[in-house]
């Protein structure tokens, strides 16, 4: 059975797969900082060359943007499209990596050997275990076992401005009967995980200006507005008591947790203290009335991501500064509007800055909440391959994060996704000294060949 | 009579002596940044060999900071101990400065000529007002009228650590009849003022730590508890609605404002709108019973200097941060005790941090303020020497500032300070585009020949 020869064959594939990978994680694809653009181009076109390695006719596809890469193989049974995102987040601060983020090495820890580099997690070595599949079923069979579109982004991590014009321009090529994106978590060490619920993300970047010019504190300390002193108590009160987020109308449109889904959620047997343990903290800081893995998975948040205003360096300086800003981002689940939000958010923001002062707002993206139909075939298929390759049977879980083309390829290509993805929680992704387990990338690809072939 | 051939020997040499201004501002004698340490020791060194220019035997004099510089010269009449500061604030944010901060220049701007450098007017072209006023002196009669000692410090803008310990090893070398103090401003563009009462100063830093790493918010974001949350939060509380610090026991040893003061400062017709419409500004943010001077001069305020948390670059990042910072400082009055006040503080601060989150104080220095005693007879020679030079009579008045180094010359030393400065409001120290007017500089210089002359 030609299964068992990929399979056998990914296995001995390993050690050229894991250094093919860490030629794509030498590139620095930092798609946010425009200092990086020329990087992020060439993480595209060493994918186009390694999926022509693999049969596998693609090319870049420009965008106002960081470049799309596209690439289709033809195959018999149903049209599968992949998606995975080729940029990596900013590495700072930079001090509190114990290695360079660009050079990428295997590394022996307590809990197994890990790959250590920034994006070998998110995505770059998510996206690796599917090409790495489609590449032992090319050399094994001589073809895909299925009909196979590639599309791999480059903003992923810059708000994706791209990706719904491109997503339109390009509808009829990529539509497909079912999407797979891989940029999500297992369960657990040893339960896979398709995510069926997923939430969206609003960005927000607030500037509070006082006085025209920085001032000194003592001459004008006092009569002067602090743009600070405004930031830091209109934002102090973003939450209540209660953890909840006061914004007007931020809960419109929030389901309460079907009671199915959250008995099958207390099943899985999350462990709070745990997971909050393993950071540091001990006591769940949202709504005080959901459980903690309801909050991630199912409740919308408020995080002030970044804050910034006056003097910051060493020592000490007295001044009162003409701007103070912060970066806000919403979590939103369900029905949830966006763009209602945003709406709401700087209008609450405007009622209590005082008339001497001035806002101004940028929008740094807002996608709404995704659930999955999991009544697709595909999705029993999926999950069935997964049990067999896995020690424990695969879940269907809700996720945190916010991976919004899945909702898109839902709205413009009317194409359902599978989220199947092989990061652990402990990955570290957007923090210092990002990794991926290398047994995550073994049994990633190991995983997909089995989709493919259940898929087909 | 040998005043008026000193003053004119000023007005002849105004050019030179603005030479010799720009060769110090050249220095980036940056006290609060330790890449800048030689460059201090460079500043201290020029004002040596200037000053043996002059007659003056001076030299270094080390501390565990930047070192001091003090000199003597022999006189009859009066010992008077002037003091200034070589060191000047940080230059950022840079790309705001019309110039290299460093490179100064004379300019013709619409109220007249300015010199435009960092530490022009704070403090070094207020310092070499009176070296060469003392220039003139000596070279027009070859000696000084009266003895003075030269006490220049090069760690003012970063809360001046040596200063009390070098004090007071040296008490008996620098006490004196009188201090002379040279860090303040006019109080008009045509009214010159001595300062009889300036406030105090208490610098704090505040770190908050959530979780021992940076998060990703889409994981963890509702469980985990953000710093930048608990920062703004607290420190959104600092002012309550009506514009008064909230930290117990703030107010005490805070004096009502004698009358007769209250009355002299209202004949000095201080137009508000005037003040906050220079900074693009329109209503007076402190406490709302007391009017804009009486804020500044006579009230203690909190101000946030700065604050840092998350990420602050271009783009996006929804991290979650592990740490959130704020520098805070306080303007105290009266008898307001500062080491009382840190308690206080910090007590409120804790007592407002989550059980989950840490919380870490860095001091800042802390000085209360000073009340000069007016009945020291070189106080009325002083104002006389002043009126005879200006347009306008010298006035009495408070300063918002915090010069701690009057205190400490009367608790130390038990030698009187007499605050004279040349500065105006609009000279931008502690801000970009800092200047001195060469008005400020010229009649600066000009009346300290006056005060010398009336002293002696």
Redesign the interface.
């Known amino acids: 059975m030609s299964l068992d020869a990929v399979l056998a064959r990914i296995d001995a594939d390993l050690p050229a797969a894991t250094e093919r990978l860490f030629e794509l994680l030498r590139i620095p694809s930092i798609?946010?900082?425009?200092a990086y653009k020329d990087e992020c181009r060439r993480a595209a076109e060493w994918l186009v060359a390694d999926l022509a390695t693999i049969g596998v006719e693609a090319g870049l596809r420009d965008t106002p943007g960081h470049p799309m890469v596209v690439g289709h193989v033809p195959g018999d049974g149903p049209h599968v499209l992949f998606y995975g995102h080729y940029d990596v987040?900013?590495v700072?601060?930079l001090e509190l990596w114990d290695r360079d983020p660009f050079d990428p090495a295997l590394e022996d820890t307590e809990s197994g050997r890990v790959i250590r580099a920034r994006g070998s997690s998110d995505d770059k070595g998510q996206l690796m275990t599917f090409v790495e599949a489609c590449r032992a079923w090319h050399a094994e069979t001589g073809r895909m076992p299925c009909r196979i579109t590639f599309f791999f982004e480059g903003e992923e991590?810059?708000?994706s401005p791209s990706l719904v014009p491109f997503l339109k321009e390009n509808a009829e090529e990529l539509r497909a009967d079912v999407a797979l994106i891989c940029d999500t978590?297992l369960y657990g060490t040893e339960t896979p995980a398709i995510v069926t619920m997923l939430?969206g993300?609003l960005?927000e970047?607030v500037e509070i200006t006082?006085?025209?010019?920085?001032?000194?504190?003592?001459?004008?300390?006092?009569?002067?507005?602090?743009p600070?002193?405004v930031?830091?108590?209109?934002?102090?009160?973003?939450?209540d008591d209660a953890g909840r987020v006061t914004v007007p109308g931020f809960y419109d449109g929030v389901p309460d947790l079907d009671p199915g889904l959250r008995s099958r959620w207390d099943a899985l047997g999350f462990d709070?203290t745990g997971?909050?343990g393993s950071?540091?903290?001990?006591?769940?800081?949202?709504?005080a009335e959901h459980s903690?893995l309801e909050?991630?998975w199912s409740?919308p948040?408020a995080?002030?991501?970044?804050?910034?205003?006056?003097?910051?360096?060493?020592?000490?300086?007295?001044?009162?500064?003409s701007r103070?800003?912060?970066?806000v981002?919403f979590?939103l689940v369900g029905d949830q509007d966006p763009l209602a939000i945003r709406d709401s958010f700087r209008a609450w923001v405007r009622d209590q800055v005082?008339?001497?002062c001035k806002v101004t707002f940028r929008d740094?993206?807002a996608s709404g909440a995704s659930v999955m139909a999991t009544d697709h075939p595909a999705f029993e298929q999926a999950r069935q391959a997964l049990s067999a390759e896995w020690p424990q049977e695969a879940a269907y879980i809700g996720?945190?994060?916010?991976i919004p083309v899945a909702g898109h390829f839902k709205s413009v290509l009317d194409t359902d996704a599978m989220l199947i993805g092989f990061a652990k929680?402990d990955d570290?992704?957007?923090?210092?000294n990002e990794k991926y387990d290398l047994d995550s990338f073994h049994r990633g690809i190991r995983s997909w060949a089995r989709i493919l072939d259940a898929l087909a």
Do not use: C, W
């Open positions: 798609s946010t900082d425009p987040q900013p700072d601060p991590e810059s708000g978590t939430r993300l960005g970047e006082g006085p025209d010019r920085d001032l000194h504190s003592g001459f004008f300390g006092g009569p002067a507005m602090n600070i002193r930031l830091t108590r209109i934002l102090g009160n973003l939450h709070p997971f909050l950071v540091g903290l001990g006591l769940a800081a949202g709504e903690a909050q991630i409740r948040t995080e002030i991501n970044g804050i910034l205003g006056g003097y910051t360096g060493a020592g000490f300086k007295t001044v009162l500064p103070a800003s912060a970066k981002s979590r005082p008339e001497d740094h993206g996720a945190g994060g916010s929680d570290q992704i957007h923090s210092p």
